[in-house]
């Protein structure tokens, strides 16, 4: 069974791999960005409980149900949740992170998702 910080590696080189994703350190944590906008916060004031941040719109409520919450800094009235990584299955976190990356990505890199071929 993986521990929380191995999945959250995992779903960062996951998020890593999205269409002109990269890796930046604002505020002493990790994330990655398309273009300037952050799509997925990796750090975690729980270092035993690493936990990730992303912004959902039609997952929203399933990540709520879940036992994610509402991220803070008032980032959670715009949808932002925050998901304790051991809590939450690696395949949905997966998921949420591409949900999240389509919501700040422009459109062209969103539909480079769309034509490339499911593994």
């Not at 990655?32 to 719109?57: I, M, N, S, Y």
């Not at 949905?92 to 459109?107: G, H, I, N, T």
């Amino acid at each position: 069974m993986q521990s929380g910080r191995e999945i959250r590696d995992g779903l960062l080189r996951f998020a890593l791999g999205l269409p002109e994703a990269w890796e930046d350190h604002p505020w002493d944590e990790t994330v990655a960005k398309v273009g300037k906008r952050v799509f997925l916060f990796c750090g975690g004031a729980e270092p035993d409980h690493p936990g990730v941040t992303v912004k959902l719109h039609e997952s929203l409520d399933q990540a709520l149900d879940l036992g994610a919450t509402p991220a803070g800094y008032g980032l959670g009235r715009s949808g932002w949740v925050t998901a304790r990584c051991s809590d939450i299955p690696a395949g949905l976190l997966e998921d949420w992170a591409e949900e999240s990356y389509r919501l700040v990505a422009p459109k062209r890199l969103s539909a480079l998702l769309d034509s490339q071929p499911s593994t």
